[in-house]
């Protein structure tokens, strides 16, 4: 589904001398570049693996899509190494001598990404795989915060945001009735839509956790995994620059779009990895998660660039989730 949408942004392209440029920002001159690759996966910004002389090997991220979140990405991820599987940071800078980007220098993760191998997954891969995803999970949502909102360059939250039913349905509202969303399915969906998520929403509020540390983008192109005498393991968490301050269910509703949410048994699986490892779920957690995915849905739908298979996309995942209700 990922595969057959449009791009955020141009691909950029990096020469091996302009990836030295960048390196030397920060590494001694000298620093030799001999291979520069894009890599697969994202949508919006533009990243790298850089291999050099020495065989040193890193991941440049060049912030195309929104400058003004690239130090927070950056800082983000600072603030979780050691606890969940990530890139390490290494250099992070506004000024970039190629282009008007900020970039940031990582280390590169060995990994497949978790979208590729979906289609190979046996019955025996499943329980592993589920507990790992399940279980990283948990380490992310054990950053908590004391309100619901998006972070500033300081993971500060200077406009605090409303969560639960009403927060939902108010979302909805904006996108459908004040934004393109509304224009693109037409009056009768709509409104459809809309009586839907009034009439369910209440279901949100029985969650009473704590704001925590939601990744937004958690999914097959931002999951690298790793084979080894277990199964799949969950190498990196890589792309943090939508990440905000919400609850569980965003994730859980991002991981659990197809196709992997219709891998036979993953679900109980994630659930079993995230409880093993200190998570908290409550009994309707499925749907909680299904309702909550509706806000990036609706969102897609207000972008300006949206391109005809995400709206087409949209709509037909909006129309399943409410299908499929019961």
Same mark, same amino acid.
């Given at each position: ?12 392209? @990096? =020469?091996?001398?302009? #990836? ?7 590494? /001694? +001159? ?5 291979? /520069? ?6 949508? #919006?910004?533009?990243?790298? @693996? ?22 927070k990405e950056y ?24 282009? *008007? ?9 060995e990994g497949t ?11 025996? !891969?499943? !329980? ?24 500033? *360059? ?17 979302? +909805? ?25 009034? #009439?369910?929403?209440?279901?949100? *509020? ?6 925590? @540390? ?9 999951? @690298? ?10 190498? #990196? ?5 939508f990440a905000f ?12 779009? +197809? ?7 993953? !679900?109980? +699986? ?31 739908? =207000? ?9 087409? *996309? ?13």
């Amino acid at each position: 589904m990922r595969d057959r949408w449009n791009r955020d942004t141009e691909t950029m392209l @990096l =020469t091996n001398e302009q #990836a030295e440029t960048m390196l030397q920002s920060y590494y /001694v +001159a000298g620093y030799k570049v001999v291979k /520069v690759e894009p890599t697969k996966g994202g949508l #919006a910004n533009s990243s790298f @693996l850089v291999q050099t002389e020495s065989g040193n090997q890193l991941h440049l991220r060049i912030c195309v899509r929104d400058p003004s979140a690239a130090e927070k990405e950056y800082r983000l991820i600072q603030l979780i190494q050691g606890n969940v599987p990530t890139p390490r940071p290494i250099h992070f800078s506004t000024v970039n001598p190629i282009s *008007d980007h900020p970039f940031m220098i990582l280390s590169w993760v060995e990994g497949t990404r978790l979208e590729t191998i979906v289609g190979e997954l046996r019955p025996c !891969d499943v !329980d592993h795989l589920g507990e790992s995803l399940g279980g990283t999970l948990a380490l992310i949502h054990r950053f908590q915060f004391d309100q619901f909102g998006f972070f500033n *360059d300081h993971l500060e939250i200077p406009s605090p945001m409303q969560m639960g039913g009403k927060g939902l349905l108010r979302y +909805a509202e904006e996108c459908l009735l004040e934004n393109l969303a509304g224009e693109r399915l037409g009056e009768p969906l709509t409104e459809k839509i809309l009586k839907f998520i009034e #009439a369910e929403c209440g279901l949100l *509020d029985e969650w009473r956790g704590k704001p925590c @540390l939601t990744h937004s983008d958690f999914n097959g192109s931002n999951i @690298l995994v790793k084979k080894g005498n277990a199964g799949w393991d969950v190498a #990196a968490v890589i792309d943090w620059e939508f990440a905000f301050s919400g609850t569980p269910f965003f994730d859980f509703g991002n991981l659990l779009r +197809a196709p992997l949410g219709e891998v036979p048994g993953i !679900d109980a +699986a994630i659930e079993r990895g995230y409880k093993g490892a200190g998570g908290e779920l409550p009994p309707q957690w499925r749907k909680m998660s299904r309702l909550t995915d509706l806000t990036a849905w609706l969102e897609f739908l =207000t972008r300006r660039n949206a391109g005809i298979n995400l709206i087409y *996309d949209c709509k037909t995942q909006i129309c399943k989730t409410m299908g499929e209700w019961v």
